[in-house]
Antibody
Framework: QLQLQESGPGLVRPSETLSLTCTVS??????????WAWIRQSPEKGLEWIGT?????TTYYNPSLRVTISIDTSTNQFSLKLTSVTAADTALYYC??????????WGQGTLVTVSS | AIQMTQSPSSLSASVGDRVTITCRAS??????LGWYQQKSGKAPNLLIY???KLQNGVPSRFSGSGSGTEFTLTITGLQPEDFATYYC?????????FGQGTKVEIK
């Protein structure tokens, strides 16, 4: 059974960079049929798709966000960096696996608060 | 980005009821739409993809229909475990965008 687990700081200072890692277990991140995604959820904005990466390193981002997603196939992990954060970036951050037409597996989510 | 508008934002229903939730897209998205269920404190869970295809393990009381800009999720015979928030997601292009959610509550 595929599992995804987010990890990273729960508190980030305003203007700094938010960094999260997703560890994939129970399956290979080198799958040719899937993309690996970051999604966040807040009461103000609801569910927001952040971006996605393929195992080759091909990325697609939400143009409204200052984000970089990277992948490490040797450790079965992918990562998110969101720069110059503000209080509006406070949210529950999920990593997930996408296939054509669906987001089929989700991590449990990790809460990130932006505050000084 | 494509805007997804769900209605209603909340509804009250009884066990056994038939419930319908609508999602409208700001442009034609063909049939590239999915539905997700989220229970309190949990991640969203895929119910339906490509408008009407039921994800493995999802009960057949859930069904989806529509095309173009208007889509519907129907729950036929609401069960106690179905009280949750439901979201649509367009998969037609990136950035992918979600509806704002419909909370289904017990009457």
């Amino acid at each position: 059974q595929l599992q995804l687990q987010e990890s990273g700081p729960g508190l980030v200072r305003p203007s700094e960079t938010l960094s999260l890692t997703c560890t994939v277990s129970g399956g290979s991140i080198r799958s040719s049929s899937h993309y690996w995604a970051w999604i966040r959820q807040s009461p103000e904005k609801g569910l927001e798709w952040i971006g996605t990466i393929y195992f080759t390193g091909t990325t697609y981002y939400n143009p409204s966000l200052r984000v970089t997603i990277s992948i490490d196939t040797s450790t079965n992990q992918f990562s998110l960096k969101l720069t110059s954060v503000t209080a509006a970036d406070t949210a529950l951050y999920y990593c997930a696996r996408e296939r054509a037409g669906a987001i089929e597996y989700w991590g449990q989510g990790t809460l990130v608060t932006v505050s000084s | 980005a494509i805007q997804m508008t769900q209605s209603p934002s909340s509804l009250s229903a009884s066990v056994g009821d038939r419930v319908t939730i609508t999602c409208r897209a700001s442009q034609d998205i063909r049939n590239d739409l999915g539905w997700y269920q989220q229970k309190s404190g949990k991640a969203p869970n895929l119910l339906i993809y490509t408008t009407s295809k039921l994800q493995n393990g999802v009960p057949s009381r859930f069904s989806g229909s529509g095309s173009g800009t208007e889509f519907t999720l129907t729950i036929t015979g609401l069960q106690p475990e179905d009280f949750a928030t439901y979201y649509c997601l367009q998969d037609y292009n990136r950035p992918k965008t979600f509806g704002q959610g419909t909370k289904v509550e017990i009457k």
